[in-house]
Each structure stands twice: as C-alpha cells, then as structure tokens.
C-alpha cells in the first residue's frame, strides 16, 4: 500500500537515479492509520479518567476488541479497566473496510499502536512544559505522568492542552517487545461478563424507543417472482402497521414481534410464486463445476532452471461442497428514517462498505445513511447480516419515522444468506527416476469467495434484486492475490517444488448464491495439497512429516510442524481402526503457520478423537485469545470436514434446519491441544483461519493412516467413505 | 387472552396473553427477558433454553400454558456480577465462549445438570449439553468450565 505521493519523483529529481548507497527508507504510517490520519478518530481521553479508543474493525467473538484495549492500554501505561473501545460508525470511527481475512490485529492494531505511540510523546512534552522538568525524567503509571519529586500530572489534565485533531506523524516509535507489560499477556475479553450474565448486548437483544417488528416474505424457490399476493389474511393480523411490496420485495410490520409473525404466515399463504431458476444437481456437482463458463486465470507460474526428466505424472482431483455459515442466531437489524435520512443497526463486517451499497440502492448520499455496528452472534464471513439491514431500512420507510427491527427466520438464513463456494481441485505432479517430484499443477475450479457489499458498482444485498427495479444478481468475484486470493487462497504451495503452474477458474454463473466463508477457498486447497502430499509420501514410504521438512525452507513453517509433531509423540504406535494425519499450511502464504496431527478412530463412522496443533503468529497479543480462535477454527473444521454439506433438488436449498444441515455437537467435539510458537519480537497476524486447511487435510490423512482410504471428496461421511472404498477396490 | 401464572426467576408473574403463545416469545417480549436468545425456533439449538421445574427445556416450542403455575428460571436468575452463579463465574474463568450467543441457553443447560448430578464426568457433561449447538467451538472450554464449577461446588 504505497501511496504514490511518497514516491520520490524522477523527472524533477534525476539525481536520485544515481544517488549512491543506499539510504533508510522514510518512515511510513501503518495503512489504516495512512487511511485514516486523525488521532482524535482513534484515541479520546475522556476527564473522568478514561482513554477512549475506536477501532474501525468490529467484534464477531473473536475478541478483537480486547487485543486492541490491550495494545492501547499498553503503549499508553494506562490500565486495562480504563480503556473503553467504541463500536464502528460511519459517524465517526475511522474507516477500516471490512473485518475479515484474519487481519484485524495488523490493521487495527498496529495503526492503534502507532497512533498511541505518538499520543504518548506528545502528552509526555505538554506535562514536559507544565511541570517544568525534561520530558525523559518523566514517568507514566496508570495515566499519571509524574517527574522528580511530588510533581505529577495526568492524561486527563493535560487533555485540554494536547490538540488530538491532528494527523498522524510518521516516525513514532512504539516500545519494543519487552517493554509491553499488556500485550503477550492473556487478559480476560472485556465483552464476556455480559454475555455470561445474559445483559442485552446483541442487536437481538436491543429494543430502540417505539419499536416496531418487521418479517420478509421470501420464497423457498431459488431466484422466485412473486406473481401474486392477497394481503387480507395478513391485515387481519393484530397490530399490523403495514404491508409493504416494491417487485418480489415484500414484508409486514407490525407492533408485535408475534404479530409481525402472525402477518408473515398470512402473507405466505396468499403469495404464488413461479418457478425459480434450476438448481446443478448436487450429486454431479465437481463435474458441473468443471463446464460451466469460467474466467481463467494463471495464478502462479514457475520453471525450473534445468527442467528434469518425468517418469510419471500422478493425477488426483478433490472437492469440497457448498458450506453454511450456520450462525447460531438468525440475521437481524434496526432501522429508523428521519425525512430522508436513514439510521440503521447492524452486525455488518464492514459499516462503511454497507453503507456504500445501500447509498447505491436508496439512491441516497452516504451523508444521508449512518450504519452502526452492534454485536450479533458468530458469523464466520459473509452471511446474510447486510442484507437484513437492507430489509429493516425498506420495511422501516413505512413506519412513519418508527424504528423497525427486522429478524431473518432460521430457515432463510439457511437457504437465502450467501455459502461457501463449493470447489473442485485437481492436482498433478510430475516425478523423476527417484520420485522427487519436478514439476506440480494445481487447478480450482469454484465460484468467486466474494460478493461482500462495497466492493463493486453494483450493490450485492439480496433485496436489491428483488426490488420491482431490480439491481442485477452479481455474480461473485475473488480478490486479488496481493489481498490473499479467492477460490485461489493458498492454492500457491509453500514447498519448495522446482516448477509449477497455479491456475483458478472462477465460474461466470451463480445458480447458488455465494461470498466469503472463513478462509475462502484455503479450506479447499489446502485439504487438496495436504492430501495429495500424504500420498505422495506413501507412494514413496517416506514418513509425512520427514517428508515436508525436507520440501520446505521455510524455519517457521519447520518448526511448527516439528512442534505439533514433538506434542503428539509423533508417530504413536499403531492400532487397529485408530489413525494419524498431518496437514500444514501458512494461511494465505503471508499469515499464521498452523501444523496439526489428527488422531482418528474409523468405522462406518469416523470420530475424530484428537487435534494437536502448533501455530505461529508472530507476537501473540492474547496468547488465550489466540489458543481460543485455533480451538475454535479446529472444532469448527472438524464439522466442516465429517458432516456440513448444504443440500439442494433442481428448485432449491434443502438444508434449511438444524436436522437438515447438522454441526458437530458437544459429544462429538475432539480433544484439542494447542501449542503457541512465542515470536514476540515479529509482527502479529490473525489466527481465527489458520487451522480450517491444515484439519481437513490432517483428518483426511487420517482416515488413510486408519483405514487405507483416500476420501477426496468432502465431507467425510458414511457414505462418501463408502464411495472412496469402492473406488480403492 | 387468558391470565398464566408462574414464578419467573424467584418473582411470582402473571401474564395476560396467548396461551398458545412460546414461552420463549412472552419472555422477550412481553416480560422483556432477553437472556434466552432465539436460535431457530424448532427445539433444535438449544439457544433458548431455560429450566422449569429442574429440567433444561427449549422455550421455543414451549407453550405459555405448560408453565402455569411452575417455576422458569432464566439466565437472568441463575447469578449476577455481584453474585453469580458457580457457572457463570467459571465460565469467565475459562474464558469459554467467543460470541456468546449460546451461552445462556447452555448454561442452563449446565445448571439443570448440576442440579441433578452435582459430580458429573466428562461425558456426562457432553451428553448433557447434545443439544446444544456452538458454532464457535467452545464446547471443550465449556465442558472445563462446567466441570469447574462442579468441583467449586461440591468442595466442602
């Protein structure tokens, strides 16, 4: 992110061309706080004695919250219990993007660092000046700066005095490693005690002034057009406040939440619907990922200097199938106009990229919209909490400047909200005489991992399409590599293979709607890689972890896998139906290395009995925090990979409940053992992605290990266990 | 509309309102009882879980009418801050949740368990709490957690 005013510029400075030797670079701002200079958009002190920081990234249980407080009170000197951290706003927080990909603690918390680094000089020379003594005998504890003697001042004295409506400066120098006494310590969330004493702090627990209760009509047929609907029975609700349709758009609002329920059952039962767009057939779906029209790309590209001879090439191919985001609370949203402005309430990713998308569709400034984040459950990416803040804001246009709160059901939030993009995955290695592999393919075909809102001119909010002027269905794309890819995400292989061609293809149609699910396409294609790496080492009677030591130069990665390995006794002895897997990766190439060793039991059935994982991401600023999102990561890959499949027919979503889509439940949750790399002194990544590829893969290789099957196709269930046995025999 | 009586976390209440109508619904909205959360409406999650009479129940597709006259207890009245519940107090301890959606519905679960079997293992615990879906994946923070507070609880 190099900003082209910082580019020495050649036509009116030639000598710089020849300038001899080389000089230190010019210190840089961190990019969020680049993008979002003004300190006082970041760090305010309040005078009863309190430091108020606003990230622009938002809590989604991953505890980001508590790292930023932490790294705030820490390059402050101010306690813990002082800081109070601000949910984002388009009123005011700093604008972030979206949180996702891992990338709040490098964003947010190191333009936090930098910019409270700065702070603290700057309150450090104004005490400097009123207490009449040098900057450097000064003292910071708890806010109080204090020198020599009984002289002492505070944050909160000087506030008046230190103008905060400034830029950002570069150059500040926050402490080093072992000067914090916050960060790299495990603190408790400062979010938890509410929740654990049940006080409202989800949007689904907040009721606004005067508030209304809003449903959405949609059908169950993909991509339906309402062609009709009776209102009466639905007027007959108590407490309706009104009936609102503009195209296939159509809600209630009521009083009453049962009221607004009463209404919706009404209205479904006087709507007719054609019939929607054909839905792939789910059991053929790899081969129709394979002939739909697909943009292609190369990805990565890379020939060997002296090419080797080529004994034989090994071809496999993998897929995964569509997956849900499965929060655990439906999506829901607030919303209240005032003339024509509007507010609404969200647990949107991203305040500012809602906002430009609804700025699109409303046909309204941004000035004129105001998004607010609240908490809502987990949402593991893009589900469909943008697009109930759509909904809330066209029911709310008729409650006549009432607030409506609008709750998807749980079946439209399995069916309606955007998946996981199912992918297939073929991989082919080139071996010489001594079956070292040269050369190596990796092609993915799935459609695009993102349609989050923001990121295109056309907006990407279900109701948008469904208005009587309807914006077009976009069809999803990926991002770029440089931002960690899409269907491509970790596609590129961390080994040290001599050649290599890396190629994605996006699909052009979207039949079912997909955007980001944690990690993109990394699940994919590291449980594709991982794989096809056990059976190559197999092939070769070369033990797995040997085996990828000595393909990898990496040390990080090394001592990862030989720490998982180190903490699993790797390998155990042998035992009937039990079995061992390695899977590896370095989420996105550039984040946390993760290494795991599955333990599996094997039947019918495969129960998945222990995850021992080593991570490495960099400094760690909540070690528990950390260990909190890979355990997470782990169990909720551990689902993924033994039961999730979203289900359709030709009209479609099936999986709509809980029985019909089915997650790991508490007595089938694995052991999960956790080993934290300490690496204080390097740049701290995200962890809540790390470990989804490296577990499928390792249960994957397990289940080998155990049962002499390679299952290539997820999830692991009966019957593709079965599958893959008749295709071993 | 008919009056219901019960005793809603140690208050006794009355409530004028569909007899058919979900507990679960007369509690958040009505009664203003947010703790229990909506999942998914169809006793599959677990999210909404409150104790009657000792027993962990859905109150999604529990009728008003069934608890006349019993006593609900909701998050709300297992603890405070200033006076939690063993539970409450270990799951903080164990920092066992991330989003926390679920969390009032299992502990409730937890606390009907504990009640009934104040010295569960590891599996009891697991079984107790089937029901319930985390899709965070802290269920093994969870099961510490209850088996902590267990242990606090059965100390002398």
Known sequence: MISPKTEPSLKTEPSTVTAPGPSPAPPKLPPSLAANPMLSSWIKFAPEGHVIVSPGKVEIGQ???????????????????????VRATTAGSPNEGVTSGSLSVQHSGRAIRYACAEIRQMFLAAASERLGVAPDVLAISDGTISGPGNLSTSYWELAGDVELDRHAAPGA??????????????VQRIDLPDKVFGRPRFIHDTKLPDMLHGRVLRSELAAATLTALKEDGARAAPGLIAIV???NFAGVVSETEAGAEAALLALRKGAAWSPGEALPDENQLADWLKVQPAESTVISSKSAPRPSETKQTIRRQYSRPYIAHGSIAPSCAMAQWTGDRVRVWTHSQGVY???????????LPPDHITVEHMEGAGCYGHNAA??????????????????????????????HAPFGAAMRIEIEAD?????????????????????RPGRADMPGLLAGTELAKPFPRSISTNPPQANGGGGDRNSIPLYDFPSWQIESHRLLTMPVRTSALRTLGAQGNVFAIESFLDELAAERGEDPVAFRLRLLTDTRAQDVIRAAARRANWKPAPRDGVGYGLGFARYKNTGAYCAVIA???GAEDITVKRLTLAVDVGEAINPDGVINQIEGGAIQATSWVLKERVRFDNTRITSNSWSEYPILRFSEVPDVEVEIMSRPEIEPVGAGEAAHGPVAAAIANAVFDALGVRVRTLPITRDNLIAAMELTS | MTSIHFRLNGVETDVDADPDASLLSILRGQLGITGPHFGCGANECGACNVIIDDHAVASCDTPLWSVANKEVTTIEGLGTAQAPHPLQRAFIAEQALQCGYCVSGILMSAAALLKRNPNPTNMDVRTALDRNLCRCGSHNRMVRAILRAAAEMQAP
């Open chain 1, 386 to 415: 943008d697009d109930v803040a759509l909904d809330a804001i066209l029911l709310a246009k008729a409650a006549g400047g009432r607030p409506v709160r609008v709750l998807w059901s749980r079946a439209d939030e399995m069916s």
């Open chain 1, 599 to 601: 333990e599996i039991e």
């Open chain 1, 353 to 363: 990229l809602l906002r430009s998308d609804l700025s699109m569709i409303l046909k």
């Open chain 1, 431 to 451: 071996l010489d005489a001594q079956n070292e592999i040269v050369a190596w393919r990796h092609s993915v075909w799935s459609n695009g991992h993102s349609a």
């Open chain 1, 63 to 85: 505890g980001i919250v508590t790292a930023l407080a932490q790294i705030a009170a820490d390059e402050l000197d101010v306690d813990l219990a002082r800081v109070q951290m």
């Open chain 1, 245 to 247: 349709r503009d195209g």
């Open chain 1, 173 to 186: 120098v926050p402490k080093s490693s072992t000067q914090r006494t916050l960060a790299g310590n495990s």
